[in-house]
T-cell receptor
Framework: LAKTTQPISMDSYEGQEVNITCSHN???????ITWYQQFPSQGPRFIIQ???TKVTNEVASLFIPADRKSSTLSLPRVSLSDTAVYYC????????????FGKGTMLLVSP | NAGVTQTPKFQVLKTGQSMTLQCAQD?????MYWYRQDPGMGLRLIYY???????DKGEVPNGYNVSRLNKREFSLRLESAAPSQTSVYFC????????????FGPGTRLTVT
């Protein structure tokens, strides 16, 4: 089970791009990288998932280097409503039972 | 679609009491999960059900039991509540066992005194 390490907290201002990096040095060949967002008093919400290179959707981009030992979630032009905890998870798509949420990164966006 | 619903939203129990947390999804998902989240912590998996009729233990199953009543419903039971079970409980569902896009319910905030 690949362990992930991410910053405990980050601060940003409205309109800035935010990059949250996650380290997963012992990622396995079959592992995918998934990011979730959690607002206070709510359940987590899926943001994006990738295996290698770059994935982009309407919410965020996910950059994964060739060695896949880290990944970066990029949030373009954040707003106050992006203040939340962001979780990086790594696991085999077939091993759903091993989906593990760490403590995540608390992103605080200020005006 | 309501997505994933959980009842109750809040509950206070005394030590030793029992209760069942209810979860239902209307997305025709096959797999369902129960997590707990303690203050300042990530989510920890209690039990999961890969498909109707099957259940398996997660990371922290002690003190809990589950029932996959049908494809829609997955309940979590505390037989004898303890203060250590004070937490927020989240139910989630996913379309298939090989998917990672889990849909979460709003949570149940449980306090055991």
């Amino acid at each position: 089970l690949a362990k992930t390490t991410q910053p405990i907290s980050m601060d940003s201002y409205e309109g800035q791009e935010v990059n949250i990096t996650c380290s997963h040095n012992n990622i396995a060949t079959n592992d995918y990288i998934t990011w979730y967002q959690q607002f206070p008093s709510q359940g987590p919400r899926f943001i994006i998932q990738g295996y290698k290179t770059k994935v982009t959707n309407e919410v965020a981009s996910l950059f994964i280097p060739a060695d896949r030992k880290s990944s970066t979630l990029s949030l373009p032009r954040v707003s106050l409503s992006d203040t939340a905890v962001y979780y990086c998870l790594v696991g085999d798509k077939g091993g759903y039972s091993t989906l593990t949420f760490g403590k995540g990164t608390m992103l605080l966006v200020s005006p | 679609n309501a997505g994933v619903t959980q009842t109750p939203k809040f509950q206070v129990l005394k030590t030793g009491q029992s209760m069942t947390l209810q979860c239902a999804q209307d997305m025709n998902h096959n797999s369902m999960y129960w997590y707990r989240q303690d203050p300042g912590m990530g989510l920890r998996l209690i039990y999961y059900s890969a498909s109707e009729g099957t259940t398996d233990k997660g990371e922290v199953p002690n003190g809990y039991n589950v029932s996959r009543l049908n494809k829609r419903e997955f309940s979590l039971r505390l037989e004898s509540a303890a203060p250590s079970q004070t937490s927020v409980y989240f139910c989630a569902s996913v379309r298939g066992a090989r998917e990672y896009e889990q849909y979460f319910g709003p949570g149940t905030r449980l306090t055991v005194t």
